[in-house]
């Protein structure tokens, strides 16, 4: 897995990203490559191909930009390439939409949940366990049901 470290300065409301008051400081380092998933997949609880499932819904949750926001994005999508040529930031946009929307259908009603709140949300499963009223150490279970649909939909080996 790759890593893209930065130094955070550390507030009562949690990492800052940049600027801050003068004075004492603490800092922490944060990966900002890190997926929700790779904790699982380190410990062997995911294959690769349900790890590479996910992060493909990821990366086209994130390209899509659904993540929730308090005013307009001016920043640019930090995804990488995977040959969308011909299409321009807003087809793009609109495509990985789609492809995110299909995955989640492909996926079905019941599992579309747990595969929000851990692959998307980044929550960990006990907390996504607790929400959705699932008796405990359950959800990893449910996750690679979920994670082996989404991997067919992407047509992943």
Not at 56 to 63: G, H, Q
Not at 68 to 74: G, I, S, V
Not at 75 to 96: F, Y
Not at 111 to 131: F, Q, T
Request: charge should be positive; hydrophobic fraction near 40%; proline fraction near 3%.
């Amino acid at each position: 897995m790759q890593k893209h470290l930065t130094e955070r300065e550390l507030t009562q409301e949690g990492p800052r990203k940049s600027g801050g008051a003068v004075g004492k400081r603490r800092s922490v380092t944060v990966n900002l490559a890190e997926s929700p998933l790779s904790w699982l997949h380190s410990r062997g609880h995911l294959s690769a191909r349900l790890f590479d499932a996910g992060e493909r819904l990821r990366a086209d949750y994130e390209r899509a930009q659904l993540g929730a926001n308090l005013t307009m994005r001016w920043d640019p999508v930090r995804i990488k390439s995977t040959g969308d040529t011909g299409l321009n930031a807003s087809e793009r946009q609109i495509a990985a939409k789609q492809r995110f929307d299909a995955a989640l259908d492909q996926a079905g009603s019941g599992l579309k949940d747990i595969l929000w709140r851990v692959v998307c949300a980044g929550e960990g499963l006990p907390e996504a366990e607790r929400e959705l009223s699932w008796p405990a150490r359950s959800g990893k279970l449910v996750l690679k049901l979920a994670l082996e649909r989404v991997a067919d939909f992407y047509r992943i080996v």
